[in-house]
T-cell receptor, first 112, second 111 residues
Framework: GDSVTQMEGPVTLSEEAFLTINCTYT??????LFWYVQYPGEGLQLLLK?????DKGSNKGFEATYRKETTSFHLEKGSVQVSDSAVYFC???????????FGTGTRLLVSP | NAGVTQTPKFRVLKTGQSMTLLCAQD?????MYWYRQDPGMGLRLIHY???????AKGEVPDGYNVSRLKKQNFLLGLESAAPSQTSVYFC??????????FGPGTRLLVL
């Protein structure tokens, strides 16, 4: 079945450092890919998405490019802030009814 | 516009007790979902609904039942709670662009 693999955390960075969180997927066909973010004590919220190969999703300085040849959707940000500290989930939607398959999440900790 | 709301926020149950978690959305979305979140396992889909009066099983449906009597509400029931059901439960609804909107979660502890 479909699956998503994320790098294990926590990822610990200093403010203004460059961020990469790796995400790879296994799926048949052409899934849509998503990054969701969960701030402490809250539900998940959509950060960005891409629906076809070579699409780049972007939001709040975060970017991810849908790479079908490497089945990857890595999340990047050029300069992280303390407020970016959260858990980041990579997910895909491939079957009908918009069901999401999530990775296990990667916790990001940014220190001043 | 409240989005997706969940009640209660926190609950403690004893093994064998029953309870219902309520999810409500005010965005007129057709699709709604129940997930559980456990450490190191991400979110796993319990049940989902593609419209009023319909429900379907997700990845981990055993021990749970659901009902969608009204479009805006999606109820998750535990008939006989077990310690393995200790988790954080999230409800979500989705719009036609595949974006899912999540509630704040219900933390359930089964003793």
């Amino acid at each position: 079945g479909d699956s998503v693999t994320q790098m294990e955390g926590p990822v610990t960075l200093s403010e203004e450092a460059f961020l990469t969180i790796n995400c790879t997927y296994t799926a048949t066909g052409y899934p849509s890919l998503f990054w969701y973010v969960q701030y402490p004590g809250e539900g998940l919220q959509l950060l960005l998405k891409a629906t076809k190969a070579d699409d780049k999703g972007s939001n709040k300085g975060f970017e991810a490019t849908y790479r079908k040849e490497t089945t990857s959707f890595h999340l990047e940000k050029g300069s992280v802030q303390v407020s970016d500290s959260a858990v980041y989930f990579c997910a895909l939607s491939n079957t009908g009814f918009q069901k999401l398959v999530f990775g296990t999440g990667t916790r990001l900790l940014v220190s001043p | 516009n409240a989005g997706v709301t969940q009640t209660p926020k926190f609950r403690v149950l004893k093994t064998g007790q029953s309870m219902t978690l309520l999810c409500a959305q005010d965005m007129n979305h057709e699709y709604m979902y129940w997930y559980r979140q456990d450490p190191g396992m991400g979110l796993r889909l319990i049940h989902y609904s593609v419209g009023e009066g319909t429900t379907a099983k997700g990845e981990v449906p055993d021990g749970y039942n659901v009902s969608r009597l009204k479009k805006q509400n999606f109820l998750l029931g535990l008939e006989s709670a077990a310690p393995s059901q200790t988790s954080v439960y999230f409800c979500a609804s989705s719009d036609p662009t595949e974006t899912q909107y999540f509630g704040p979660g219900t933390r359930l502890l089964v003793l």
